[in-house]
């Protein structure tokens, strides 16, 4: 297959605009006409409501395939490029070259939006592709793969569907690019394999994403709003999403008596029987967020929530209060329903708890103090971040948004800030 997909790279075909463009309008054509057949699939894989379904995966591939459309022949031009005065008169430019045939390996939270998404880059790259699914969500993986053969040009984009073994024989074979998305422990073993062939590699991994809460905030908005950043963003299933909350001691019962509230309103007196929130991916995963949960020195300090149900994969929206830091709930991403509430005296204190940590991939603070949001952004390193609000720094780029960097000893890493 490997083989195959080489030679139709080779052939010149991928590299042309209109191969390019008419891929792109057949992923535009697939999502627009079988969406309810996507939107079926992510019910049976996570029992995503249809609503967030649209929202955070239909919709969201959907730009991504018109943004490519609208910006491929800007992004194939060559950039000009300046030369110095010892080569003048003469003029350079930079050209940008597909580098080949692209391995996707995507993952089983957002099964389609994780999957589509980079292919959507490769293809507007010029690559042949192969995209492997994610195992752990069997209805997506196996509608992935009837529909890229029947909207996309199989000779050159291919999904393979399995679990370990396959994905180890395809991390067997040379690729030009990896992208792979999924955990830290999978990740080091995607980069060990490609580093036998000196493949590049883009890591999307996880992390645990801090809300910093203060005592000025609109408690009902802000609350509405990490709710939607935590049980409503796949049930707490998403690498942005809100992973624990630090606030002051003295806040801390408004805002969990805010919580319990706002979780009411949102999935009603029994959120286990709510339609509005997905359930926990696989039995495995269930197991695990359990044992997070059941802990010494963290099951006594639950305060909202607990109920767990194995038949059916659902555990209640749940609060701990201040479990100990050493705690595998407070030492690694919780990927599920359960939050930890973590109060500090002051919220200056909450950088060193976050800053104790791996840089999170997100970052969130609510208040009205514009001197603790400045101090955040300077002192909270994080891939993204969002100031009184959560998540939404993933869907708008450029609209109100300030971009930061900062240097790392190998280099700059670009972030964004959403206020």
């Known amino acids: 297959m490997v083989k195959q997909l080489r030679q139709s790279f080779k052939s010149g075909k991928t590299k042309s605009y209109q191969w390019r463009v008419s891929q792109l309008k057949g992923i535009a054509k697939m999502v627009e006409e079988r969406e309810s057949d996507i939107v079926q699939a992510l019910y049976q894989d996570l029992s995503k409501p249809p609503l967030e379904a649209f929202v955070a995966e239909i919709s969201m591939a959907k730009s991504s395939c018109r943004e490519a459309i609208e910006g491929l022949q800007d992004w194939m031009k060559p950039e000009k490029a300046k030369t110095g005065i010892s080569t003048y008169p003469s003029t350079a430019e930079i050209v940008s070259d597909p580098l080949g045939v692209v391995l996707v390996i995507s993952t089983w939270n957002f099964p389609f939006l994780l999957s589509i998404d980079p292919v959507i880059g490769a293809i507007a790259a010029g690559n042949a592709v192969v995209l492997k699914p994610s195992e752990i969500a069997p209805a997506t993986s196996s509608l992935l793969s009837k529909l890229v053969k029947d909207y996309l040009d199989d000779s050159a984009v291919k999904v393979v569907e399995g679990a370990i073994p396959e ?61 939607a950043g935590k049980w409503q963003c796949n049930n707490g299933q998403a690498c942005i999403g809100v992973d624990y909350i630090i606030t002051t001691k003295d806040f801390a019962p408004k805002l969990i008596e805010g919580l319990r509230k706002g979780i009411e309103e949102f999935f009603g007196k029994d959120p286990m029987e709510s339609k509005d929130i997905s359930r926990i991916v696989s039995p495995a995963q269930f197991k ?132």
Not at 302 to 330: A, H, N, Y
Not at 381 to 401: E, K, Q, Y
Request: hydrophobic share 40%; proline share 6%; glycine share 6%.
């Open 167 to 227: 994905t180890s024989a395809l991390l067997d074979q040379q690729w030009d690019k990896i992208l792979y998305t999924g955990s830290a422990r999978v990740g080091r073993i995607v980069m060990a394999a490609a580093a036998k062939h000196l493949t590049p590699v883009v890591l999307e991994l996880g992390g645990k994403c801090p809300a910093v809460v203060d005592s000025n905030v609109n408690l009902e908005v802000a609350v509405r709003r990490i709710i």
């Open 288 to 419: 695990r967020l359990v044992g997070l949960l059941d802990e010494d020195n963290v099951s006594d300090k639950l305060v909202l929530g607990g109920r767990r149900d194995s038949t059916r994969l659902k555990i209640d929206p749940t609060i701990v209060l201040d479990p100990p830091q050493e705690s595998q709930i407070m030492q690694e991403e919780i990927f599920g329903p359960l939050l930890p509430i973590v109060t500090v005296g002051n919220l200056k204190e909450s950088f060193q708890v976050i800053n104790s940590k791996p840089k999170p991939l997100a970052a969130y603070l609510f208040t009205e103090d514009e001197q603790l949001k400045q101090d955040f952004v300077e002192n909270v390193p994080s891939g993204g971040m969002s100031i009184n609000d959560t998540i939404l720094h993933v869907r708008d780029s450029s609209h109100n948004a300030i971009w930061r960097s900062w240097g790392e000893w190998n280099g700059i890493i670009p972030w964004q800030v959403l206020i």
